[in-house]
């Protein structure tokens, strides 16, 4: 075994549910890409963009994911490498053959044998019509908050406050205003902009 081979498996041992470990290292084994693990981005769990100009494409992760996040992310971008690689880059990021390569790459995972059965009967009902992210999924994103070490008690959902209710995020104070699908309008308290912020965003309650 290489050096990087050595790499990408202490990296998946360190971040992955010990039943995916092999599994997910045969996923980068078999079509090889440049694999990085970050630190925490408000706005995505992971990356995957396809870039012409380079021979090895490229796919990053939040390090701070629990090992179910990590996973879930892991063969979500590694779907979007292979769609892009076995139908061409003119389909839609998250169209029907991103769909199809998705499920297609998380069956030999999708076991209670690999995730709590919490969290694979939401994935199995997610898995039919997977959205963008799991955070459109409001109850697979729910269910997987429980797992999240860096959840807290003084944390919440931002679905789970009431309307009206106060909140920090990011160190701004907002108040909750009207829900729109997954994502919910929220008024900044101190210029009176709105802003619509994901629904499953961590935010601290303003008291």
């Not at 995957?48 to 879930?72: A, E, G, H, M």
């Not at 679905?159 to 907002?174: A, H, N, T, V």
Request: proline share 2%; aromatic share 14%; charged share 25%.
């Amino acid at each position: 075994m290489s050096h990087q081979e050595e790499q990408f498996l202490n990296a998946f041992k360190k971040h992955l549910p010990e039943e995916a470990v092999m599994y997910c290292y045969q996923l980068w084994k078999q079509q090889p890409f440049n694999f990085f693990i970050t630190k925490s981005r408000a706005s995505k769990l992971g990356d995957f963009r396809y870039r012409q100009d380079r021979k090895i494409q490229t796919i990053t992760i939040n390090y701070n994911l629990s090992s179910y996040q990590f996973l879930i992310t892991y063969i979500h971008e590694v779907a979007h490498y292979r769609a892009f690689e076995k139908y061409g880059l003119r389909i839609k990021t998250h169209g029907a053959e991103w769909k199809k390569t998705f499920r297609e790459l998380m069956l030999p995972v999708l076991s209670d044998k690999v995730f709590p059965k919490d969290i694979y009967l939401a994935l199995l009902l997610h898995m039919k019509n997977p959205k963008a992210s799991t955070g459109g999924d409001l109850f697979l994103a729910k269910t997987l908050k429980t797992y999240d070490a860096k959840s807290t008690t003084d944390t919440s959902l931002l679905l789970d406050l009431s309307l009206g209710e106060l909140f920090i995020l990011q160190g701004r104070k907002f108040r909750k205003d009207h829900v729109r699908r997954t994502r919910v309008l929220c008024e900044e308290i101190s210029t009176g902009k709105k802003y619509l912020i994901s629904a499953h965003a961590e935010v601290k309650k303003a008291y």
